[in-house]
Nanobody
Framework: QVQLVESGGGSVEAGGSLKLSCTMSGHTWSSYCVVWFRQGPGKEREGVAAIDSDASVDYAESVKGRFTVSQGDDMNILYLEMNNLKPEDTAMYYC???????????????????RGKGTQVTISA
């Protein structure tokens, strides 16, 4: 059973930075897609960044230039580095993953059944 665990959330002031981690286990995929998505208070879910096992990436317009998704030396650990954070970035952040994806983009999480429980990010003005 595939498991994903997010960590690294916290509370920072606007303009600050956080680095989230998503640790995957229990899979045998030789290729994968991992998507970071978020849900803020009173907002719809939004995919913010995606990365596949070839390190191809995709970003939502709202975070381009501020967020960077990457793989660790251990390809089962994915990171979301968030800089110049804004109050509107306040949300629960989740990672989702699937193996052998047809495509990998910020909306790919819609059909992914393997998801973590999230980590809270709170940005104060």
């Amino acid at each position: 059973q595939v498991q994903l665990v997010e960590s690294g959330g916290g509370s920072v002031e606007a303009g600050g930075s956080l680095k989230l981690s998503c640790t995957m286990s229990g899979h045998t995929w030789s290729s994968y897609c991992v998507v970071w998505f978020r849900q803020g208070p009173g907002k719809e879910r939004e995919g913010v960044a995606a990365i596949d096992s070839d390190a191809s990436v995709d970003y939502a317009e709202s975070v381009k230039g501020r967020f960077t998704v990457s793989q660790g030396d251990d390809m089962n650990i994915l990171y979301l580095e968030m800089n110049n954070l804004k109050p509107e970035d306040t949300a629960m952040y989740y990672c989702a993953a699937e193996g052998y994806p047809v495509r990998c983009g910020v909306t790919s999480y819609f059909g992914m059944v393997s998801r973590g429980k999230g980590t809270q990010v709170t940005i104060s003005a």
